[in-house]
Each structure stands twice: as C-alpha cells, then as structure tokens.
C-alpha cells in the first residue's frame, strides 16, 4: 500500500482518505473489503450493509463469541 492511497494532498493540507481503527487509535488504518471493514492488528471488524456504502460494527458479537 502506498501513501497516496491513504492521504490526499490539498496544497498544504493532509487528508485521510481511509478510517483509522477505534481500538488501536490514528496509525492503524481499516482495510476496506468488499463486504467489511477490518483492522489487521486487532481484528476489529465493520460491516458494510448490502446494497449501500453504510457501515454496522460487529464488534459487540464478536466479544460476546469469545466468552464461550
């Protein structure tokens, strides 16, 4: 992955073009997949609902998965 696919450059000002992972904090980008949204070094996981770019976190059931 390359820098320009991650910031946009506005004259002097710097944009992300890619969220940042909520438990790892800014740093850590979530890759965008087809269907979700996912963090490489934690697992965190959002996913996109069909047919719109809208985004539902499944965070809470995968904890909940881990407790068995």
């Given at each position: 992955m390359k820098g320009r696919e991650i910031f946009k450059l506005d004259g002097d000002k710097?944009?992300?073009l890619r969220r940042h992972c909520p438990k790892c904090g800014d740093g850590y980008f979530l890759a965008d997949h087809k269907d979700r949204l996912s963090c490489g070094?934690?697992?965190?996981t959002e996913f996109k609902k069909s047919g719109k770019d809208s985004i539902k976190s499944n965070?809470?059931?995968?904890?909940n998965d881990n407790s068995k």
């Open positions: 710097i944009t992300r070094k934690c697992g965190y965070d809470e059931n995968k904890l």
